[in-house]
């Protein structure tokens, strides 16, 4: 094996012949007229393969392209298994001869090849191998390799040096063509921007621009399918799709728009993905596409204008796609920047018209340039046809004067300044302004005339109105003086004229104290209007004016209050009658409030609209529960067909005096009343509301019930007493007789045990009636010693046929040395009975089987008595004492009795008290009775004894 080393300077061996030198030239004309025919890099690295192998006469020839990762492409190959060589790929360290060729940078040869360690080279069954480098600017882009296999010794110095120099063109005419294409494709570029700007700046309408951009984008970049979305607010819409295939349905169209919002984000400039990654695998395949290059277009100022969407195409020419994405930005906010031109100039062009002023522009020919409607209007003309007339034919046209030729035209002293201008009858205001026309179009100028005959008219009218107004106005400063005052305000505050109040100091001149300005101030600058404010303000000679004021503050563009205007009204008169209006209510509501009556008003619905305060505390109601309920909700059913009659005869004009109706209370509880109806007139005469005055009488009625039974009760007394002193007659001779039969010895001894039981019974029956006349007999009270067991022991006796028909069960528990009390007999019995009497009467309508039980002891040095039943108990403990109050039903009982055994035991001394027992049903009353004097002595020395001993 020998290897090629480096030739020495001067290098290449001459060639041996003249023929074979000119062949080499003419090869080397031939690989640069193949450069210049335009061809690329492959079809150039072929024909140099085909070309190099007849001339040096090879078995093959092959090039390989080195990449940056040292890797080695077949680019092209002719002769022996060139079709195999095209589809071969090595790393450099794979390929022996070539690796020498690129890590020396010259050619290298290698005869007598072993197969075995050249790898591939014995694959193509090469029995020599030569390679030479391809150097460009001093990198190495590819290798060129010859393969002999026939010939082992094949490859020589010489042939190295023609592949040297075949080697150095090959490299140059490589650069060359890649030089030649990129300027071509510069140049093609170029033409594709040119169009495309053309296009681009000739759409002033954004349809056509983004229709025309969208298709020109597409095919200048090589994309199949074309999509321009661009911004709406926070949404991106599509707005133009190029597209073969037609345009999606508009399903799709909203989930691209949709996803394109959701996404775009992650577009920052160029972003290049597959479609279903994007878009997500349905949409991409109904849109049917792969691969998808997003391109972001922004505004001059950064602002996301839209995005451009390629689908299926190449996008590695980033520059390019960056040039077209950057006229997209410019064109479209040039097209949107004209189109708000336009807007702009629409709308300035409506206003113009709109506007109700009279507008002319004339030229410094005195020509009409331009008039709005309302002028032409005027005239009863088209706008378009007053324009290039004179002003003078203009003027004449409107009002016949012909003498100038512009009459809106002032002296050019004058000429910045309005002035009034009367025309046809109508005053107009004249302002004169002067412009540079366009174009070296000279000075312009510009008349609007604004009729003021209906604002000098309200001018007039107002201030007719501001002098006139009876109540006061004002215009003043916040620091304190008046701007402007009517003659009413003048007279309010006693000044002689408005001049002279305008000289005046508000705070110190108006005002009755410093602190009422500040409020003033400040209330309306916190608010901007104060309605209805109370003020006393100081007149001229120091007395003082009520005024109540409407004041509102006028600001400044910067909102700085520069005045206040106000409208004033005097109110003294007013407050003094107000305040007597309100002593007068005060004193009625007082009135009705504190009399003893109850008083509602109701309307003619019968609807409770007042009701003074004793309606609340008597009856028991809150307010809620009496205003606006109907009145005969308050009267007992039975009573309100007479109630209604009353209140219609009220309502028909007539007085009702002392209707006595039965009224519910707020407690459920049901009163007697008083009642007076009188109607109540409004201004017509007419009756409006009817007024019920109450007084209860519910005590009153009570009271003379109670008076009549006690009447009766007065009455059975004495009738009692009657026949007790009738039967007493009779009784004497009964018993005298039964004594005498007693005694007589010829009784059969059969009949003495009956007359033995008459006389027993004629006593019983005398003792009773006994006991009945000295209950009844009237007799002062007198003070004794009194045994309270035999009083007890006499009242039951008395009640003792009662209790016993009515099965009432009396029990006795009295302690046998119970000491005397001092007292009145009769008046003790009188209490005992009472209590016995309602004990009886609680047991005998509950129902069940009466017990009452009658306990006397000595305790804490008083006697006491303690009646115990078992009836229902005390409804209302604290008032059973009350005269006349009693839980009975009418006729039943006066509520006399216990009030009265109340005093009679207060006269002696002692008390009764009444409780509900706490184990089991009914009531317990206790009698306290003080001892007598000398038995209490004793029982005391009792006492002391017992404590000695103990």
Request: hydrophobic fraction near 40%; include cysteine; charge should be negative.
């Amino acid at each position: 094996m020998s290897v090629s080393k480096k030739p020495a300077s001067g290098s290449v061996p001459p060639v041996e012949s003249k023929s074979a030198e000119d062949t080499f030239q003419h090869l080397l004309l031939e690989l640069s007229w193949a450069a210049a025919q335009g061809g690329d890099s492959s079809s150039l690295v072929e024909f140099f393969c085909a070309e190099t192998r007849k001339f040096l006469r090879v078995s093959g020839a092959y090039y390989w392209r080195l990449e940056e990762n040292e890797g080695l492409i077949a680019v092209g190959a002719d002769g022996h298994l060139a079709e195999r060589f095209r589809a071969a790929r090595l790393q450099l360290s794979e390929a022996a001869v070539a690796t020498d060729a690129v890590r020396r940078r010259q050619t290298c040869y290698v005869n007598h090849l072993d197969s075995q360690q050249y790898a591939m080279a014995g694959e193509f069954g090469a029995r020599a191998l030569m390679a030479a480098p391809v150097v460009l600017f001093g990198k190495v882009t590819g290798v060129a390799v010859f393969l002999h296999n026939s010939d082992p010794d094949f490859f020589q110095p010489d042939l190295a040096a023609k592949v040297t120099i075949l080697a150095a063109q090959l490299g140059s005419l490589l650069e060359y063509v890649r030089l030649a294409h990129t300027s071509d494709q510069h140049r093609k570029r170029a033409d594709d921007l040119m169009t495309l700007a053309l296009e681009l700046g000739s759409s002033l309408r954004l349809p056509d621009l983004v229709r025309n951009f969208t298709a020109h984008a597409a095919k200048i970049l090589g994309a199949r399918v074309g999509a321009l979305a661009l911004a709406q607010g926070t949404l991106l819409e599509i707005v133009a799709l190029h597209d073969p295939a037609g345009e999606p349905e508009r399903g799709v169209l909203r989930s691209l728009n949709t996803q394109l919002t959701e996404r775009v984000q992650q577009i920052a400039d160029v972003l290049c993905v597959a479609a279903n990654e994007f878009l997500g695998a349905g949409l991409a395949a109904q849109l049917g596409w792969q691969q998808l290059t997003l391109a972001r277009l922004s505004s001059a100022n950064g602002d996301l204008l839209g995005v451009l969407c390629l689908a299926d195409g190449s996008s590695a020419d980033q520059p390019l796609l960056h040039a077209v994405i950057g006229q997209a930005a410019v064109a479209l906010d040039n097209c949107r920047l004209f189109s708000r031109i336009a807007q702009a100039n629409q709308h300035w062009m409506e206003i113009f018209d709109a506007m109700e002023d009279l507008i002319v522009v004339h030229d410094e020919g005195n020509r009409v340039l331009r008039v709005n409607r309302s002028l032409a209007e005027s005239i009863g003309a088209g706008p378009a046809e007053l324009i290039g007339i004179s002003m003078r034919t203009l003027v004449a046209s409107s009002q016949g004067n012909t003498g100038q030729a512009c009459p809106f035209c002032r002296r050019p002293a004058e000429q910045d300044q309005d002035y009034l201008h009367p025309v046809l009858g109508r005053l107009y205001l004249v302002s004169t302004s002067r412009i540079h026309g366009a174009l070296d179009e000279g000075l312009q100028t510009i008349h609007v005339l604004k009729d003021i005959t209906e604002r000098r008219e309200v001018e007039r009218r107002y201030r007719e109105l501001f002098d006139n107004i009876q109540e006061g106005l004002f215009f003043s400063t916040p620091e304190g003086r008046f701007v402007e005052v009517n003659d009413a305000f003048v007279r309010m505050l006693g000044y002689s004229s408005a001049e002279e109040l305008l000289q005046a100091d508000i705070l110190r001149d108006v005002y009755a104290e410093p602190g009422q300005r500040e409020r003033f101030q400040v209330a309306l600058a916190q608010q901007g209007v104060i309605r209805n404010f109370e003020e006393t303000l100081r007149r001229k000679d120091g007395s003082l004016v009520h005024t109540l004021q409407n004041t509102f503050a006028v600001r400044d563009s910067g909102g700085s209050i520069v005045q206040y205007r106000g409208l004033i009204l005097d109110i003294t008169e007013q407050k003094k009658y107000h305040a007597q209006l309100q002593r007068e209510r005060d004193f009625n509501t007082s009135i009705l409030n504190n009399t003893q009556n109850l008083i509602l008003v109701a309307d003619a619905s019968r609807r409770v609209t007042y009701a003074n305060r004793r309606c609340f505390e008597l009856g028991g109601y809150r307010p809620e529960d009496v205003l606006g309920q109907p009145l005969g909700k308050f009267v007992h059913a039975s009573r309100r067909e007479e109630m209604d009659a009353a209140f219609e005869a009220t309502l028909a004009g007539n007085q009702v005096d002392n209707l006595e109706l039965s009224m519910m209370r707020g407690d459920g509880t049901v009163g007697q009343f008083s009642v007076n109806f009188s109607p109540m007139r409004d201004e017509d005469g007419a009756v409006s509301n009817v007024v019920a005055v109450m007084a209860d009488i519910t005590e009153a009625v009570n009271l003379q019930s109670k008076l009549r039974h006690t009447e009766k009760m007065a009455a059975v007394g004495q009738l009692v007493s009657g026949v007790a002193h009738e039967v007493n007659n009779p009784l004497t001779a009964i018993l005298g007789f039964a004594d005498l039969l007693a005694e007589n010895p010829h009784i059969p001894e059969a009949a003495r045990d009956d007359i033995n039981l008459i006389v027993q019974e004629a006593q019983r029956t005398k003792l009773i009636v006994q006991n009945l006349l000295s209950f009844a007999r009237k007799m002062p009270a007198q003070r004794e010693p009194v045994q309270l067991n035999t009083i007890i022991r006499k009242t039951l006796q008395l009640r003792a046929y009662d209790f016993a028909s009515h099965h009432i069960h009396a029990v006795e528990r009295l302690q046998e040395d119970l000491p005397e009390v001092v007292g009145d007999p009769n008046q003790l019995q009188q209490v005992v009975l009472n209590i016995l009497n309602n004990a009886y009467d609680a047991v005998r309508d509950s129902g069940a089987a009466g017990h009452i039980e009658i306990i006397t002891q000595l305790k804490n040095g008083f006697n006491e008595i303690v009646f115990r039943d078992n009836g229902p108990g005390i409804a209302y403990p604290e008032r059973i004492f009350d005269p006349f109050f009693t839980t009975k039903e009418v006729g039943k009982g006066t509520g006399l009795g216990l009030s009265i055994c109340y005093g009679i035991l207060r006269e002696h001394g002692g008390d009764v008290t009444c409780h509900n027992n706490h184990r089991g049903p009914g009531a317990t009353f206790v009698v306290r009775l003080p001892l007598a004097p000398s038995t209490a002595l004793a029982a005391d020395a009792a006492m002391a004894a017992e404590g000695g001993a103990s």
